[in-house]
T-cell receptor, first 114, second 115 residues
Framework: GDSVTQMEGPVTLSEEAFLTINCTYT??????LFWYVQYPGEGLQLLLK?????DKGSNKGFEATYRKETTSFHLEKGSVQVSDSAVYFCALSKIYNQGGKLIFGQGTELSVKP | NAGVTQTPKFQVLKTGQSMTLQCAQD?????MYWYRQDPGMGLRLIYYSASEGTTDKGEVPNGYNVSRLNKREFSLRLESAAPSQTSVYFC??????????????FGSGTQLSVL
C-alpha cells in the first residue's frame, strides 16, 4: 500500500547549521507531497507542498523538491534557528471517490540548540 | 479566529469507560477527519467525513465511532476504552475533499490516557 518513510529522529543541530530531513514514499499514480510541522503543544500546520514531479515547495526558508525518479521529498534549510525546533511530518495525498486523505510518515523531531 | 477547536484537551479514563471527543470548525469546511498520533508511528487516520452526512473508515477504525452532527461538528466516540487507545487525538478539516491543493487545518489535540 501507499506509505511514507522518514529518517528517524531526534535530530539535534546547532543554530545556523544546515538541515536535511529525508523522506521517501511509495504510492501508485502521482500523489501530491507535503511537509507539515508540529510545534510543541500545538496541532500540525502545513509548511510546504509540491503537486507534481520536479516541483519545489518552499516556505520560511525551508525547501523540498519532488523527485519522482527517487520517490523522495527531502526537507532542507540552509540555516536553522532555535525557533525551528519542532516535529516535522512528510505526507502524501491520496484521492478516493468519497474524498481524500493524507498518509503521514512517522515524524522527525528536530531540536536546535543555541 | 478559532479554526478547529477540540475538547477536552486532556482526559484520563479507566478501561471500559466511554467518552466522546468533540470537534468543531468555524471555517465552513466540508471535510473533517480524526487522527491518532502515537510515538514512532506518525498520524493514522481513524475516520473521515468527506461532506456533511457521510463518514468513512480510515486505517484504524476499530473501537471507535463517529458522528458528523452538522457541517461544523464531527465527534469521535470510544464506547469501551482500552489501554491501546491511549494516544493523542487530532481533529482536522479541509475546505473540500482532499486534492492536490487542499490542506488540512488541525486542532491542538486531545491527550487521552486509558488506565
Amino acid at each position: 500500500g501507499d506509505s511514507v518513510t522518514q529518517m528517524e529522529g531526534p535530530v539535534t543541530l546547532s543554530e545556523e547549521a544546515f538541515l536535511t530531513i529525508n523522506c521517501t514514499y511509495t504510492a501508485t499514480g502521482y500523489p501530491s507531497l507535503f511537509w507539515y510541522v508540529q510545534y510543541p503543544g500545538e496541532g500540525l500546520q502545513l509548511l510546504l507542498k509540491a503537486t507534481k514531479a520536479d516541483d519545489k515547495g518552499s516556505n520560511k526558508g525551508f525547501e523540498a523538491t519532488y523527485r519522482k525518479e527517487t520517490t523522495s521529498f527531502h526537507l532542507e534549510k540552509g540555516s536553522v534557528q532555535v525557533s525551528d525546533s519542532a516535529v516535522y511530518f512528510c505526507a502524501l495525498s491520496k484521492i478516493y471517490n468519497q474524498g481524500g486523505k493524507l498518509i503521514f510518515g512517522q515524524g522527525t523531531e528536530l531540536s536546535v540548540k543555541p | 479566529n478559532a479554526g478547529v477547536t477540540q475538547t477536552p484537551k486532556f482526559q484520563v479514563l479507566k478501561t471500559g469507560q466511554s467518552m466522546t471527543l468533540q470537534c468543531a470548525q468555524d471555517m465552513n469546511h466540508n471535510s473533517m477527519y480524526w487522527y491518532r498520533q502515537d510515538p514512532g508511528m506518525g498520524l493514522r487516520l481513524i475516520y473521515y467525513s468527506a461532506s456533511e452526512g457521510t463518514t468513512d473508515k480510515g486505517e484504524v477504525p476499530n473501537g471507535y465511532n463517529v458522528s458528523r452532527l452538522n457541517k461544523r461538528e464531527f465527534s469521535l466516540r470510544l464506547e469501551s476504552a482500552a489501554p491501546s487507545q491511549t494516544s493523542v487525538y487530532f481533529c482536522a478539516s479541509s475546505e473540500a475533499r482532499l486534492g492536490p491543493n487542499e490542506k488540512l487545518f488541525f486542532g491542538s489535540g486531545t491527550q487521552l490516557s486509558v488506565l
